[in-house]
């Protein structure tokens, strides 16, 4: 069974720092990949990032980018510079790959980020 | 990217009826779409999943003769909510994705209210 757990219901961060979002994951094949999702108070579901798993190199987009460890099946989101517009729920996500076929997503629970001026 | 539009974006009915929520893809065309249910503060729960030219495919636990799936084209997908119960009430979220695979798109999501 494909898993992703997301241990950190809320989190926290001040104007212009850090923050890492945890995510880990569970699956027996070796073909999938990974995403971030945004969720504001408008609901609008918004790709933040993608990893490919037979990628070794960590996505980055812009101010956000991931820590892929592939043995520890681990995959956390690191925003820097957070903006009052990054305050949102975020879901990390799976999805199989196989012969060719895309599965279906596997979302975790969620992370609600708050961002304090 | 792609823009998938959903309508309506907020409905509210009385116990017993019918809702029915469209789920457009507007700038490609979608050979499979997904609606997820979700509650508030949850994550998103698959509902079913249609390809192009098949019945629905539901995720266990799903009624399918509640909730009917029709993707009727490449370009549009409903679901209609029967006989519909205030416990039915909650965020239905539609996504889709292109022939190419790949990033799956999602609309804005309809927000359903039975009394």
């Known amino acids: 069974a494909q898993t992703v757990t997301q241990s950190q219901p809320e989190m926290s961060v001040q104007e212009a720092e850090t923050v890492t979002l945890s995510c880990t994951y569970d699956t027996s094949e070796s073909d999938y990949y990974l995403f971030w999702y945004k969720q504001p108070p408008s609901r609008q579901m918004i790709l933040v990032i993608r990893?490919?798993?037979?990628?070794?190199q960590n996505a980055t987009e812009n101010r956000f980018s991931v820590n892929f460890q592939k043995a520890a099946k681990s995959f956390s989101l690191k925003i820097s510079d957070s903006q009052l517009g990054d305050a949102a729920m975020y879901f990390c996500?799976?999805?199989?790959?196989?012969?060719?076929?895309?599965?279906?997503?596997?979302f975790g629970k969620g992370t609600k980020l708050s961002v304090k001026p | 990217g792609a823009v998938v539009s959903q309508h309506p974006s907020w409905v509210i009915c009385k116990s017993g009826t019918s809702v029915k929520i469209e789920c457009r893809s507007l700038d490609f065309q979608a050979t499979t779409m997904f609606w997820y249910r979700q509650f508030p503060k949850q994550s998103l729960m698959l509902m079913a999943t249609?390809?192009?030219?098949?019945?629905?495919?539901?995720e266990q636990g799903v009624e399918k003769d509640k909730f009917l799936i029709n993707h009727a084209s490449l370009t549009l997908s409903t679901l209609t909510v029967t006989s519909a119960h205030p416990e039915d009430s909650s965020f239905y979220i539609c996504s889709a994705r292109g022939r190419s695979g790949g990033e799956q798109f999602f609309g804005p999501g309809t927000r359903l209210t039975v009394l």
């Open positions: 990893q490919e798993a037979y990628k070794q």
């Open positions: 996500a799976s999805r199989l790959y196989y012969g060719g076929s895309q599965g279906n997503l596997i």
């Open positions: 249609s390809n192009e030219g098949s019945k629905a495919t539901y």
